[in-house]
């Protein structure tokens, strides 16, 4: 049997940045994709803490040491430059497999540095 599991996680990243008129997706800071084991084009989940929302997108990534958390294209209507976010992504594995895996887990400073 598969399952899906916490793969890796972002927990209180600020958003810098809303751009609604770009295609689509979530663009990071590379340092905070390393950290959390995240690639470019991965899905991941946004869960906005300050006003509850949930979006599914894709991550591209943004120039390093930078500390972006840019919500592009129609996510930009789901946050507002400030916000607090917590990015998650998932992985499927088998039950035995899971049971022993870590996810990564990152705790961003002020400006969203490692």
Known sequence: ?????????????????????????????????????????????????????????????????SGVCCLNGPAARQGAVGDTVIIISYATMDFEEAKSFKPSLVFPKDGNKI
């Open 1 to 65: 049997m598969e399952i899906e599991v916490l793969k890796s996680k972002i927990h209180r990243a600020v958003i810098t940045e809303a751009n609604l008129n770009y295609i689509g997706s979530l663009t990071l800071d590379e340092n905070l994709m390393d950290a959390a084991n995240i690639i470019e084009n991965e899905k991941v989940q946004v869960v906005n803490v300050n006003n509850g929302s949930r979006i599914e997108t894709y991550v591209i990534k943004g120039k390093r040491g």
